[in-house]
């Protein structure tokens, strides 16, 4: 099971400076939060975490990432096997339109090119029920994605990720765009998953943080244009009943934010 | 005052309500100003056929937007006359599409038989009543589909460098040449390929330089418009595709032309249907041929276009019959091709 280490990471859109250096540690097995208003650089920080922010044209970062003690910005590393093995569910589901459930799941796997169709249908079935899908969608598992509701369709995602056997999975506001009771199942989820993956969820719903992780991580920013930073990280028990900082204090009873 | 207003919207009902000009009342007062016009037409010296029409259009409309006036208020006659308006061009547009394709059908279908589409012109004279378009289907189908086999790969790739790839001055100079090419008016197209191809290498008239001169005209379009299909593909999908760990590559040709291949395939008609109708490139490229020519790369090949142009010039009803045979096969072909690239990329999508 993998350990994030984050040591002064910073990172860049352009000239615009989002993120300043984090120094963070993730637990394995563990459900790591992100908190913090909008606009603190807590999206663009997980988003380094397995090289997606380089996507973005122009965006870059500064710092090391370290897993199991290897920087993933090293030289040699190649950010697609990075990508396998730290999965990433996103803010809105976005399951491929062209694809059925079943072709969705399988996704990371088949355009990998590595497995036949009949390795595959095992896998599928197992990705759908780690994300407490698979009762729902067996008997329709050629139907398109998109068929799902929004909740489904994030369960989907999820399963989607979990396809590929990665080791860590960053969520990304992954219930922001869900009914509460979506929201519940896939709290639900992340506490199951967390026995088998290190997770990083980034939220903007401090219930939530509260719910579902063991540590969290307030980050905030001065003013708006200045880059986000780290203000302190803790067992979440903590954070949310003495934390040490008085902006954490401030914002997790709702003074600011 | 304001207050009392809304307060009083909100006590009496009769604020929100309004007239509803009804389905009879419009027929009614449409019919009347109708029989104005034509009242107009009957007294006084007006006379025309096209004016009779354009008076009457008017005055009916008139009518019904002045009972939408009388009856429902100002906001309504607005609506009422934008909708109008709108009926009249979509009905005009489909006038013209009409009737193109029904005279066509009407007098293309006299020559049309089997013998049309089984028999070449070899040795039939303009006031022959026999000869068909066998050579100039076969020659309009094999030098379409390579032009499509040149153009529609590269155009794509194009495309895709320019929306994958493509920053800077090199991309900004492609679309700028893309753009220009847009413009090239056919002709110049055919003179290219007629002084480098035919002229230059030597290699003389034949359905290949034909299909060269089309695919020109057919880069640009496949170009722009898969560029913008493929554009509105949403970047989330992307993301999705690289977060998996798939290779970029591998997410352009998985996820994002199957996402953009409806459209893709659109544009691919477009440019398609816009090149089958061509006729001045292929006067200088695949020169014509009364014979059949089985063989696009040598000797010159006959077309539909060219077919239709060398029958329409003659001034024989035999051979003017020819000609709109041809043009009502042409107009099959193309949609033949496009119901054929329809049914293709449907197995793409689920739904």
């Not at chain 2, 977060?243 to 953009?260: E, H, K, Q, S």
Request: proline share 5%; glycine share 8%; aromatic share 6%.
């Amino acid at each position: 099971m993998k350990r994030i280490e984050a040591n002064h990471v910073s990172a860049w859109y352009g000239t615009f400076k989002a993120v300043e250096d984090v120094t963070l540690a993730i637990e394995p097995k563990q459900v790591t939060a992100l908190i913090g208003p909008s606009g603190c650089g807590k999206s663009t920080f997980i988003r380094t975490l397995n090289r997606m922010h380089e996507v973005i044209p122009g965006a870059r970062i500064d710092g090391e990432v370290l897993l199991d003690a290897e920087d993933i910005y090293a030289s040699g590393i190649d950010p697609v096997s990075v990508r396998r093995t730290i999965g990433m569910v996103f803010q809105r589901p976005n399951p491929f339109p062209t694809m059925s459930i079943r072709d969705n799941v399988s996704a990371g796997l088949r355009l990998n090119g590595t497995r036949k169709k009949a390795e595959l249908d095992p896998i599928v079935e197992r990705a759908l029920q780690g994300a407490g899908l698979w009762k729902e969608v067996r008997d329709r598992l050629d139907r398109p994605g998109a068929s799902l509701s929004g909740g489904q369709q994030q369960r989907l995602c999820i399963a989607r990720a979990i396809a590929v056997e990665p080791q860590v999975l960053l969520m990304d506001e992954p219930c922001s765009a869900l009914d509460p009771v979506s929201t519940l199942r896939i709290e639900d989820l992340i506490a199951e998953l967390k026995d088998q993956y290190t997770i990083v969820i980034v939220t903007h719903n401090m219930q939530q943080a509260a719910r579902v992780s063991d540590s969290t991580a307030f980050f905030t920013l001065e003013v708006a244009g200045d880059p986000g930073r780290l203000v302190e990280v803790g067992p979440t028990s903590k954070i949310f009943t003495k934390p040490d900082d008085e902006r954490t204090e401030a914002y997790i009873t709702g003074r600011f934010g | 005052m304001n207050m009392s207003k809304s307060a009083q919207a909100i006590i009496n009902p009769s604020v929100l309500r309004c007239g509803r000009l009804g389905p009879g009342q419009a027929v009614a007062a449409t019919a009347g100003g109708v029989a104005l016009a034509a009242l107009a037409f009957w007294l006084t010296p007006l006379q025309g056929r096209a004016g009779f029409l354009l008076v009457t259009y008017l005055a009916g409309t008139t009518g019904y937007l002045l009972a939408a006036s009388k009856i429902e208020g100002r906001r309504s006659v607005v609506d009422r006359l934008a909708a109008v308006l709108m009926v009249t061009t979509v009905g005009i547009c489909l006038l013209a599409l009409g009737s193109v394709l029904i005279y066509t059908a009407v007098r293309g279908v006299k020559a049309l038989d089997w013998y049309f589409f089984t028999h070449s012109m070899n040795g039939v004279g303009p006031r022959d009543d026999a000869g068909g378009a066998y050579h100039a289907i076969v020659g309009t189908l094999q030098q379409v589909l390579l032009a499509a086999l040149f153009a529609v790969p590269s155009g794509l790739l194009v495309a895709i460098y320019l929306t994958e790839y493509g920053t800077g001055r090199l991309a900004s100079l492609v679309r700028t040449v893309i753009d220009v090419m847009v413009g090239i008016p056919s002709i110049v197209a055919g003179l290219f390929i007629y002084a480098f191809w035919v002229l230059g290498l030597r290699r003389g008239f034949s359905g290949l330089a034909a299909a060269m001169a089309l695919a020109i005209l057919m880069l640009p379009i496949v170009v722009r418009s898969a560029e913008e299909m493929i554009k509105l593909v949403p970047p989330a999908l992307r993301e999705a595709a690289y977060a998996l760990g798939i290779p970029r590559w591998r997410a352009i040709l998985r996820v994002v032309l199957p996402t953009a291949s409806a459209g893709i395939t659109t544009g691919v008609m477009l440019a398609v249907a816009r090149v089958t109708g061509e006729t001045a490139p292929l006067l200088l490229t695949a020169f014509g041929f009364d014979s059949i020519q089985n063989d696009p790369f040598s000797g010159p090949q006959s077309s539909l276009p060219l077919f239709v142009f060398g029958q329409a010039s003659s001034a024989f009803s035999a051979a003017v019959d020819r000609a709109w045979a041809g043009a009502l096969t042409l107009i099959a072909v193309v949609l033949l091709l496009t119901v054929a690239a329809r049914l293709v990329t449907r197995r793409n999508r689920l739904v």
